[in-house]
């Protein structure tokens, strides 16, 4: 298919015209039921949806996101041949964000989980690629693999807002229902333990009364304050204040790895129109 049209400055050309109308009957396969789709003009970038006329209209004014060649976003099949990790990053954000509408969802602190030497990357993904690719239980649907049942199952309890003592019965429950050999965990920490693998979860560091420092790194035993001298707890373990650190490294490897995502994280740089007096 015929894309030259996007790189064309004249946006009421006849060429350029013909290519919007050629993209919007592709498009409008792909409109959802209140008719809209994902935009990709320049400055929504197949992030906020719209209906075709208004799609049309960001064309016209905005122009045509010029690194957005293959429509994957509006049915058309990416052929291309990846390397094993990239299709694994792919089918990984694809599964998280088809189970949670967001690529990431709160987990709880993770910090008990966390060793000081954590396993290289291309370990990790081989295992979760595995966990991926391993069925719920022999004989189970191919489409259900351990790791998509463990995310639809944290999705439920974080919108239904379940504690965790209900998850861990529903657990046990379908222990008991599932068949012997099956791959479900066994229990909440074991559900939580196989997601912080994927990159979720949070890191919980007790921070000074005062703002003064964090109880943390060579700190992270200390009963006192290192600046201030203020007791680091108001009582039994229970600490003034505490602080959540969500790392932001696994999250960028994520967004990065996936060629879906990759593309926006570099639209700064490669498809952003630089205009006088316009940030």
């Known amino acids: ?21 050629q993209f919007l009957q592709i ?25 075709i006329g208004e799609i049309r209209r960001h064309f016209l004014h905005q122009g045509f996101l010029s690194t957005y060649i293959v429509w994957v976003e509006h049915g058309e099949v990416d052929h291309s041949e990846e390397p094993a990790h990239e299709s694994f990053a792919d089918e990984m ?6 189970a949670t509408r967001d690529h990431y969802f709160d987990i ?6 966390l060793s000081p030497e954590q396993p290289a990357d291309s370990e990790r993904y ?12 022999d004989d189970c649907n191919d489409t259900i693999s351990a790791l998509t049942f463990v995310v639809k199952l944290m999705h439920l309890k974080v919108l239904n807002k379940w504690t965790d003592r209900s998850f861990d019965m529903l657990i046990k429950l379908l222990q008991e229902v599932l068949p012997p050999g099956n791959r479900c965990p066994d229990s ?7 997601l ?30 290192h600046v201030c001298g203020t007791s680091r707890y108001i009582r ?25 995502t990759s593309t926006l994280m570099r639209w700064h740089k490669e498809g952003h129109v630089v205009e006088p007096g316009v940030l």
């Open 188 to 194: 909440y920490y074991s559900t939580r333990k196989m």
């Open 108 to 113: 709880g602190s993770t910090s008990d989980m």
């Open 27 to 51: 498009a409008r396969e792909t409109v959802d039921a209140s008719g809209c789709t994902l935009c990709p003009c320049k400055n929504c970038i197949n992030r906020v949806k719209h209906h």
């Open 93 to 98: 954000e694809e599964v998280l964000h088809d």
């Open 126 to 137: 081989d295992n979760l690629f595995e966990q991926l690719k391993t069925p719920l239980y």
């Open 236 to 260: 039994k373990k229970i600490p003034h204040k505490r602080l959540r650190y969500f790392p932001i490294t696994p999250r960028l490897t994520q967004l990065y790895s996936s060629k879906s």
């Open 196 to 225: 912080c693998d994927v990159g979720l979860g949070y890191e919980q560091i007790d921070v000074c009364k005062y703002d003064c420092s964090l109880f943390y790194g060579e700190y992270s035993t200390d009963q006192d304050c």
């Open 1 to 21: 298919m015929d894309q030259s049209w996007i790189s064309n400055p004249n946006r009421i050309s006849a060429e350029y015209v013909a290519g919007v109308n």
